[in-house]
């Protein structure tokens, strides 16, 4: 079962159990999905590296927006916005650690023979790739910069 489908279930255990800002969050991944699915040039489905950007995105725009409500002192909104993104997050595989990461990152730059910062891009393609759902895209590009100066 395709993550399409297990949210698809998970909104309907939602309803039942009454759990609304579950019920929401869910619903704000089906909605994103359903459009990732119909959109022009896509192939009618969802593949789960889609799915997983897609729920990456929808956390960091959850977590963007609890922060410019602390800022502008809306706690509430704020405790709505971050209690979605952990429900979303539970759909994303688990992050690696930072050990994990720099030692995923190596590899990658071993395989494609990278000597200096001038091949940031070649690592990044691959790095963007195979790390999708395991790491915020900030984070390697912070890491892959790191490890290529230290060459």
Known sequence: MGLFETVSEDIKTAMMAK?????????????????????????????????????????????????IYTEQNRPELAENELAEAAIIETY???????????????????????????????????AGKTLTGKAEGKLIAEKVKELLNSL
């Not at 729920?55 to 927006?65: E, G, N, T």
């Not at 990278?114 to 690592?123: H, L, N, R, Y």
């Open 92 to 126: 994303l595989p688990q992050a690696l650690s930072e050990e994990e990461l720099e030692q995923a990152i190596r590899s990658i730059i071993a395989e494609v023979n990278a000597t200096s910062p001038k091949d940031m891009g070649k690592v990044m393609g691959i």
């Open 19 to 67: 759990q609304k800002v579950r019920l929401e969050a869910l619903r704000g991944i089906k909605k994103e999905f359903l459009e990732a699915k119909t959109a022009k040039g896509s192939d009618g489905e969802l593949h789960d590296d889609v799915a997983m950007k897609i729920l990456q995105k929808m956390v960091k725009q959850r977590k963007d927006s609890a922060t």
